[in-house]
């Protein structure tokens, strides 16, 4: 779509010498209002919703943008009334309207009739993917969050030096406890090289070893201003600083990667001062309070100091009784001294007499002649059983040997019989024999070696 070439002068055209009227800025930007007007009176325009702002007027006022081109708009309260849904960041919208221009600053914009919900722009649907992504690696867990010092003793402050952010931040802390230290870590927050600075920062911060907590963030835009704040590798860094960090990107409706993975979200960084300040003037109402019960508790000591300090004086005597009840105790005492000695001396007497009694029934000549007389009564004993031992032993073995004899092979051979064997053998049958073979024939007393000459069945 061209534009139509349009040319305005106060002079005809075939009168080329004469000098054209000068315009005034507002002459000019109503001329361009009106043409633009004329020449886009109705069109249709799709593209993603950002910096959506809405005032108390009712109106609204965004931006329509695709990957190379944006364009301001603006809704007025009677036509967005009768909407179905309320846009948000990052929507796809398909509008109608008008081509206009706002002369107060010859801004070219775009007067919306009326919006369809298209869908989800790029940049939104790659924002709900990485928080899908994180959120199931866990880097959004409770459990892993850190929590934030009661009272701070260094906050390092990542964002751009000269934001509104920080002056924000300042102006909480001045008011409400200026003696907290803040060191500003700078760092673009907007553009193609933030998140590469807000990294930085926080490695930086953590190298410093000096920071009990941090606030990075920046105020409100667009969610193309905000977007470094949605990008995985600053949402990592965030996730392995060792330090707890607070998210302060935008306003409280705006919500950023950075905010789920941080420590804690603060809706602002006015609120993010506001989190990590102590209220001075609520601690020095703690103080007087304080200060309150120390002075009464001191008050009520004295008063218990003053009483007791009374009973004594009280209790206080004359020296000369106190004199008088002084010698009559030491010579109660030194009669009770010497009737402890003289019963300490009975004791150590009667101990010694035990002792002594003891020693002599100890003595070694004693003893030793008690073991005497105890070793020659159990020789004597040891001697006597001995002796009936062995008479014992004597007349059991005289029955046993006569029980032998009685079934003893050789009290047989004494009553005229003999024992043959062939070896080893007993011969009990002629046929164990044969002829020539030598036996060994044992008598009573004595034996023959005889030879086998003839065999009788």
Known sequence: MSFPMHYFTDTPADSPETPAKALSVTELNGKARRLLEMSFNNVRVEGEISGLARPSSGHWYFTLKDKRSQIRCAMFRNRNQGLKFTPAEGMLLLVRGRVSLYEGRGDYQLIVEHMDNAGTGDLQKAFEALKMKLAAEGLFDITRKKPLPAHPKHIGVITSPTGAAIRDILTVLERRFPAIPVTIIPSSVQGAQAKNELVKALILAEAANQFDVLIIGRGGGSLEDLWPFNEEVVARAIANCPIPIVSAVGHEIDFTISDFVADHRAATPSAAAEILSPDRQAILNQLHLLRRKVTALIR???????????GLQKRLRHPG??????????????????????????RARSRLNRTQYRTLQQNPLRKLELLRNRNDHLNQKMTQLMQNNLEKRRLKLEKVSGELNAVSPLATLSRGYS?????????????????????TTRFHKGEALCKVEKLTP
């Open 300 to 310: 009520h000591k004295l008063q218990l100091s003053q009483k007791e300090l009374e």
């Open 321 to 346: 009784e106190r004199l008088r009840d002084s010698s009559q105790r030491l010579d109660d005492l030194e009669i009770r001294l010497k009737q402890a000695i003289t019963l300490q001396l009975e």
């Open 419 to 439: 024992l043959t064997t062939s070896g080893e053998a007993i011969i009990r049958n002629s046929q164990q024999l044969k002829e020539g073979e030598l036996i």
